[in-house]
């Protein structure tokens, strides 16, 4: 949810969440942010976090910007696990909410 109006938020907003996506896919997680961060050659994973392209002029933020939601937050599905997940208290099935090459329907923008 954002504010009606605020177009920049609602990008960054927007972004982060694709990012998220895309990290799980790639395999990016808040224990190996910082390993491939320095030793991944793989060109999205490098957009991704932040030592190949710079996606973050693209709304606005710093090329560091989606390394540091993962590394606070995890990826999509670290997200979905702590808190609505198998071992939460909710206790929910991924199901359709999984990745696309899992049998589930998400499936993330590619961050360029």
């Known amino acids: 949810m954002v504010r009606r109006g605020d177009d920049e938020w609602f990008a960054i ?18 224990a190996n942010v910082d390993q491939l961060k320095n030793t991944s050659q793989d060109p999205v994973v490098k957009r991704i976090l932040g030592t190949g392209e710079d996606s973050g002029k693209l ?8 390394g540091r939601a993962i590394k606070a937050t995890g990826n999509y ?3 979905f696990e702590r808190n609505v997940g198998p071992k ?4 929910l099935p991924r199901g359709i909410n999984n990745q ?3 049998g589930g329907l998400m499936y993330a923008y590619p961050l360029r």
């Open 13 to 30: 907003v927007k972004w982060v969440i694709y990012g998220l996506i895309e990290a799980e896919e790639y395999g990016i997680t808040q």
């Open 88 to 91: 939460s208290a909710l206790g």
């Open 100 to 102: 696309w090459n899992k």
């Open 77 to 79: 599905g670290e997200i």
């Open 59 to 66: 709304v606005g933020l710093d090329k560091d910007w989606m």
